[in-house]
């Protein structure tokens, strides 16, 4: 039996990405910084791990109880919405700390096990924000492009010993918490800039004459982590739903 470490369980992809797994006959790690064991199928295949992907001995602890894995799926990030200039710095580090640095910290704790028995792989989730500009996101883009620099760089390293590292870049899923939470955050800190008012409120005028366009659903991102995970043979880059496709193309 395999087994299958994910970060940020709690709700959205990491979620789903833990049933899926389970489903498939999988051991899965489910990680969340609250522990919560009543949101996923009850399961001897089944363990849920406190997890703060920015806390080192968090860290290390969880990798150690976790035991031996194959997969590490680094799926944690949070989001945010709003134009350079609005951001507080404290915000940036906060999306760096969770959404790469978190990702390296968990790569570097899975790397020996993975190392030493020639077999393994890593699958790191993005987003289709890097494959294409878009306003109100350059701070989230810049740290998930970070993370496709990081993943294409170590998979070059890694592949001498035989274990394999991949992106999955999902596309827009407004049927998941990011949005809640991007918009939260904002409103917790003041909102758009007024100078920007009337360009912001262009961007959502667009946004919502495109209400029909493509977008992703969780099943699209459960799809491309078990291809990264399962299929030796996988592009390095998988898009995850239709939009992320259209633009990957």
């Not at 039996?1 to 389970?22: H, N, P, Q, Y």
């Not at 080192?56 to 949070?78: C, K, Q, Y």
């Not at 492009?145 to 390293?157: D, G, R």
């Amino acid at each position: 039996m395999k087994t299958v470490l994910i970060t940020g369980c709690s709700s959205g992809f990491g979620l789903e990405i833990a049933k899926f797994f389970l489903d498939k006959g999988w051991r899965a790690v489910a990680t969340m910084r609250s522990p919560r064991s009543d949101i996923l199928p009850s399961s001897s295949n089944l363990t849920v791990l406190a997890l703060d992907v920015r806390d080192a001995e968090n860290i290390r602890a969880a990798v150690e109880a976790a035991g031996p894995i194959d997969v590490l799926v680094n799926n944690a990030g949070i989001g945010w919405m709003n134009v350079l200039e609005g951001t507080p710095m404290e915000t940036v580090r906060d999306l760096f700390e969770t959404n790469i640095f978190g990702t390296i910290a968990m790569m570097q704790a899975v790397l020996p096990q993975f190392r030493e028995r020639r077999e393994g792989v890593i699958v790191n989730v993005s987003s289709s924000v890097t494959l294409k500009p878009l306003p109100l996101l350059p701070a989230y883009t810049a740290s998930k492009a970070a993370v496709n620099a990081l993943t294409e760089s170590a998979a070059l390293e890694l592949e001498p010993f035989n274990v394999r590292v991949r992106l999955v870049l999902p596309g827009r899923a407004p049927q998941t918490s990011f949005g809640d939470t991007a918009r939260t955050r904002l409103q917790g800190q003041g909102g758009f800039p007024e100078p920007y008012s009337d360009f912001v409120a262009g961007i959502f005028r667009a946004r919502e004459q495109q209400a029909d366009a493509p977008v992703t659903h969780p099943a699209d991102v459960v799809a491309a982590v078990w291809q990264a995970a399962t299929d030796p043979a996988s592009p390095m880059r998988i898009p995850a739903g239709a939009d992320a496709v259209a633009l990957s193309g």
